[in-house]
């Protein structure tokens, strides 16, 4: 950050009683309302759903759902992720994915991946920055926003990848 003042970037888990400020996040951060169901698996993957403060302010999140694949492997979907506007270029996306990054290699998840709009290159270089990779095209993914379709973003996390 240079010169000047270093300021704290925390991170916090979401519980039942926190979770209202992902709520507002994800009101001032995304183009799409997220169900009941969002915020039960985002409650429900623990460590794998964080909230970012940045001077005591939150301003940003991720929230992950574990999935079970077909023969039991386990990987991470990220539903969302975002920074208040503000806020971005600090290194706050950056510590929030590098924080589920981590979570992924010491419990060997060998995949994690997540839907990104086709028309959002920010998001695409951010992702690719860290190693994902643009695995599918899913036409008319969403509804009530244009351009309806995405990608599929994923990182696979070999085995030389995965900390001991």
């Not at 000047?4 to 916090?12: F, H, N, Q, T």
């Not at 799409?32 to 302010?57: H, M, P, Q």
């Not at 991470?76 to 990054?101: E, S």
């Amino acid at each position: 950050m240079g010169a000047g003042r270093e300021v704290a970037i925390s991170l916090d888990g979401v519980r039942d009683k926190n979770v209202m400020q992902l709520k507002k996040l994800n009101t001032a951060l995304f183009p799409v309302r997220y169900n009941d169901k969002y915020y039960a698996d985002a409650l429900a993957s623990g460590e794998f759903t964080k909230l970012a403060y940045y001077s005591d302010i939150c301003v940003g999140s991720i929230a992950c759902r574990l999935e079970k694949k077909e023969g039991g492997a386990i990987r991470v979907y990220i539903m969302t992720l975002g920074v208040l506007a503000p806020y971005r270029g600090l290194g706050i996306g950056t510590k929030l994915l590098n924080h589920v990054l981590d979570l992924c290699s010491k419990q060997n998840i060998p995949e994690i991946y997540l839907h990104v709009q086709t028309n959002n290159e920010d998001a695409i270089n951010f992702y690719k920055k860290f190693g994902f990779e643009i695995t599918e095209t899913i036409k008319n993914y969403y509804t009530n926003i244009d351009p309806p379709d995405c990608f599929v973003v994923t990182k696979f996390i070999t085995p030389s990848q995965v900390k001991k």
